[in-house]
């Protein structure tokens, strides 16, 4: 009829999902907390990719920004306390058809959770890992974090710490397998959110640090860099974050880095003048774990059977 | 020296008979292969099991393992083995002291003698090199031990393996143990052509020129037999009933994973436990399932619990170290109503303890280990075969209890052979598609039925159910706990669900009389040797009964019922307990073994028990013994 071919289907989306799909409970951290604005520059990475809340999760470990999952109206996994790589891994190795987000802290990551953090940097799943790190331990009341400047005085360090801090992007940018490293600051809503988007549409384990203001414990890491836009370096590059043109033009320091190029990576991942933000790394053909996970799903109970059969067989007396 | 009809050669159970060859026909028979590490002996005896198995002998076989995987050579403690008991009827345990030795060194005898492996009449078959070696003190340790040895009774044959193996390749070091069991086919009359299978088998990824290599070795063994042994044993097969398969515990383990339809095995390498994984590394990906290995145990667990959150119930399989490591996360399991099937594999503990000796030391931290009440299903397999179907129900059980499900076994299981009736299969077995449907509106994640505490879990991919899981108490939405009442209803709800469990059991069998004046309860690897015991002891007329337990949490139903009608009640175990007469040991301090612990507080009845932690499976000797002892027979 009217000239449409009998087999012909429209595509239409079931739904269009707005801001208000991906808002679950009411954040509960404190006023002026940079984790606000990480939350709402995923939800609108999800909006932007209509991702279906329904397979969609949100991983996370023990503190503050741990608490994420539950401002989200996706599913969510709020597990153990420097966990939630392995989850968030096991998650994507056998059901890769979701899409797989990790909210993650800087004690969390970096203290506790070492081990898989650099483990899941050589996995390279397709997940987008979001370190929100304030330098500090908010959530057990002021403690000293492995990011902490030296000198940091805390209920720990009550005189000043005293070794020098771990640095992430450095660290991730040493383990095998790499494939993607950028930072940036919860106080510029559109480079955070490019970031994101950046990081969401990255094939592989997409490793984002996220300077987050703690007001409570921290609030001078970060003051004056929130106010001076000379502390700030944005890398720049046409593989690099795409901002828009007005977000460009409100940092004075800008420099060109091809996120091709590891070692020129870690050169700018080590600055200390200044708060150096945009993508540091990208490599798209790296191995994925979570590819080799899936290239023996859906086995059929008759290939099952098959398969034991001739278990039976083997052993057979 | 020889049991029976020493003058009456028998027909051989392969046919073969010759007039110069004495033939012995024995019941059953119990040969070790002992050798310094890394000469093959466990190859070749469990090659050897294997073949008797598929002859149709019932079988059972134990590893000797050193800790060490290459330990000085010719050393007392680096002894390695193996020890296979074949009879004309199922065997379930490794019995008493050994019938026929093969022996690559004397040195490696004595930690079996230490073990009172042997017996006056023990035929030993000794490598004879060591009497021409070029060092002199090894010659005189040598002629020491011959020397020693014949005073202890033993009947020492020498054999000259090495000389002979030289004959067929270059280093004999690597082959010997296909020549003993060339040998040990001649004096078992096993049917070679099943040998040659075998050896293909174990070969098959060796080169055409490795197989061949071990086939001459095997029959060359075998001839070396017939032309200087002039003897045979004969024991015939068990009667031919059902289809059989024959296999190691971990293997049985593994198999029952493929059967239950799980396709993922998350697991960190850890003895006795990781050849679960070796097994499943071979044929896994065949079955839609993958081995995961993980940087460490915690993350083995974590990485499970990710995948059987999103509705692919998977496995990890550990030893006890790696327990106590992924204590937290199945805390996070039970807490969350996530399924996950955990195999322990157990050995001696604590910490590193015995990591390739048996011990069944994990009884207590499977049901009590977490912090907070940890409310977990705990089985534990008594045979080969329960470990192949104890799997299979235990991710059922996962899902229908939405909660981690303990299967225990232990290092006497994971290296054991034992034949069993081949499982018929069952679709219902296998784990359904993932669950995608639409999620009823207004159904709470944690929809507790009041009663059993039981709730449907939703799973990611399913609309509507978006849920955020939580290792904090909640409530039934999931929604973290900020009233007082909360945490109390949700851990209510999940200790129901054991209790809507425990209406499932059915009340354990005595093994024997229903009542008597001892009864003998255990657990997991030690029934065969139990039951052999108490069969022995009632022959001459003893009131003593067994008892097995299979389920230890929730535990089996009607214990204080069947406790009450005998006199005494003790546990047989391998793990720690205090001994009654040890110093400062009073009925105040005396800490008991796993059991018979469990089942005081359970039942409130008087329960003793017998065990110990010498990292060797329960004999059926010993147990005789012991009961004797209780009943002052």
Known sequence: MFGLRPDAVLAVPEKYYTLSDYEGNIPRWCPGCGDHSVLTAAQKVCRENQLAPEKTVFVSGIGCSSRFPHYMKTYGFHGLHGRAFPVACGIKFRRPDLHVFVATGDGDCCSIGTGHWIHAIRYNMDMTVMLLDNEIYGLTKDQTSPTSRKGTTSNTHPTGSVLPPINPIITTLGVANVSFVAQTVDWNPAHLYATLMAAYQHPGFSFVRILQRCPHFSAEVYADAVTDANQTLLLNHENGIELPKGVERMFKNTEEHDPADINKAREFAGIQDMIPIGLFYQKKDNERYDEYGRHNLGFSIEAKEAALMNEFEKYAV | MLELNTNSPGQSSGGMVDPKIEVFPVKEHIVEIVSDSGEGAQKAGQSFGSISAKMGNGVWTVEIIPAEIQPPARSREGASGIRIRLGSHAITNMGDEADLVVAFNEQALYSRIGQQAFKEGTIILLENKWAEDKVPTVQKQYAEALA??????????????????????????????????????????????????????????????????????????????????????????????????????????????????????????????????????????????????????????????????????????????????????????????????????????????????????????????????????????????????????????????????????????????????????????????????????????????????????????????????????????????????????????????????????????????????????????????????????????????????????????????????????????????????????????????????????????????????????????????????????
């Open chain 2, 148 to 633: 020693d040895f014949e005073s202890r009774g033993y009947d020492v044959r020498e054999v000259p393996m090495e000389t002979e193996c030289l004959k067929i390749v270059d280093n004999p070091h690597h082959g010997k143990n296909m020549w003993v069991l060339g040998l040990l086919s001649f004096l078992y009359n096993r049917d070679l052509e099943i040998a040659e299978a075998q050896i293909a088998r174990i070969f098959r990824r060796k080169s055409q020129k490795v197989v061949q290599s071990n086939l001459d070795l095997l029959h060359a063994g075998f001839k070396w037999a017939q032309a200087n042994l002039g003897f045979q044993y004969d024991i015939p097969a068990q009667e031919k009933g059902l289809d059989l398969v024959v296999m190691n515990g971990n293997e049985a383990l593994g198999m029952g994973a493929i059967a239950a339809g799980i396709e993922l095995c998350s697991m960190y390498p850890i003895t006795p436990a990781t050849s679960v994984s070796h097994y499943l590394a071979e044929v896994f990906e065949s079955a839609g399932g993958v081995v995961h290995q993980a940087e460490d145990e915690i993350a083995a667990i974590g990485f499970a619990i990710g995948a059987s959150y999103a509705g692919k119930t998977a496995l990890t399989v550990t030893s006890g170290p790696g327990i106590a490591l992924k204590t937290e996360f199945i805390g996070l399991a039970v807490m969350a109503e996530i399924p996950l099937v955990i195999l322990d594999v157990q050995r001696g503990g604590p910490s590193t303890g015995l990591p390739t000796k048996v011990e069944q030391g994990d009884l207590l931290a499977s049901i009590f280990g977490q912090p907070g009440d940890s409310p977990t299903i705990v089985m534990a397999a008594s045979s080969i075969e329960e470990c192949f179907h104890f799997v299979i129900m235990a991710r059922k059980l996962a899902e229908a209890f939405t909660m981690p499900v303990f299967v225990l076994s232990d290092a006497n299981l994971a290296t054991g052979v034992q034949p069993f009736p081949k499982p018929q299969f069952n679709p219902d077995w296998l784990a359904p598609p993932v669950d995608q449907s639409n999620w009823k509106e207004g159904v709470p994640p944690y929809n507790w039925d009041e009663k059993t505490g039981l709730s449907q879990r939703p799973v990611p991919g399913q609309k509507g159910g978006m849920y955020v899981l939580t290792g904090l108490a909640h409530d039934e939405d999931s929604h973290v706990a900020y009233q007082s009442d909360i945490n109390q209803r949700g851990s209510n709800r999940r200790s129901r669900k054991l209790a809507a469990f425990h209406q499932t059991l059915k009340t354990p069998v005595v093994n024997g009389d229903d009542e008597g004046d001892l009864l003998v309860v255990g657990w997991g690897s030690t029934r065969g040797s139990i039951e052999e015991a108490v069969a022995k002891v009632r022959e001459s007329g003893a009131k003593v009964s067994s008892l097995h337990l299979r389920f230890l949490c929730p535990i089996e139903p009607g214990l204080k019922e069947i406790f009450k009608k005998f006199k005494k009640v003790i546990t047989v175990e391998i793990n720690y307990g205090d001994e009654a007469d040890d110093p400062l040991i009073t009925a105040e301090t005396r800490r008991y073994s796993q059991l018979a612990w469990y089942l005081r507080a359970h039942t409130l009845t008087e329960v003793d028990f017998f065990s110990n932690v010498h990292g060797q499976p329960m004999r059926p000797g010993a147990i005789v013994e012991r009961i004797r002892k209780e009943l002052a027979l």
